[in-house]
């Protein structure tokens, strides 16, 4: 039940959302400034929502994070640097 809950609840927050065309990494183009997002505050924004971070990678602009919740429910998501913004999340 909670598995169902928090999906959505992600749902509603569009964090999870269907897997979007290759194209996702264009989305991640550096910023003017050159200024980035720190891994730690996409980490921490998830583990607000309830999940645990198990990975966050750096590439292309982007970071490619993959956690779970505490019911095992996976996700991987794309995040862009720049902003923090998130691109793509969909379920593992």
Do not use: C, K, P
């Given at each position: 039940m909670?598995?169902?809950?928090?999906?959505?609840?992600l749902l509603a927050a569009g964090?999870?959302?269907p897997a979007l065309a290759d194209g996702a990494d264009s989305r991640c183009a550096s910023g003017v400034d050159g200024r980035i997002v720190a891994a730690s505050a996409v980490s921490k924004?998830?583990?607000?929502?309830?999940?645990r971070v198990d990975r966050i990678k750096a590439e292309d602009g982007c970071y490619?994070?993959?956690a779970v919740n505490d019911s095992g429910f996976p996700i991987k998501a794309v995040?862009?640097?720049a902003t923090?913004?998130?691109v793509q999340a969909r379920l593992r």
């Open positions: 909670r598995t169902i809950i928090m999906t959505s609840a964090l999870v959302t924004g998830l583990e607000n929502l309830g999940y490619e994070v993959r995040y862009t640097q923090g913004e998130l």
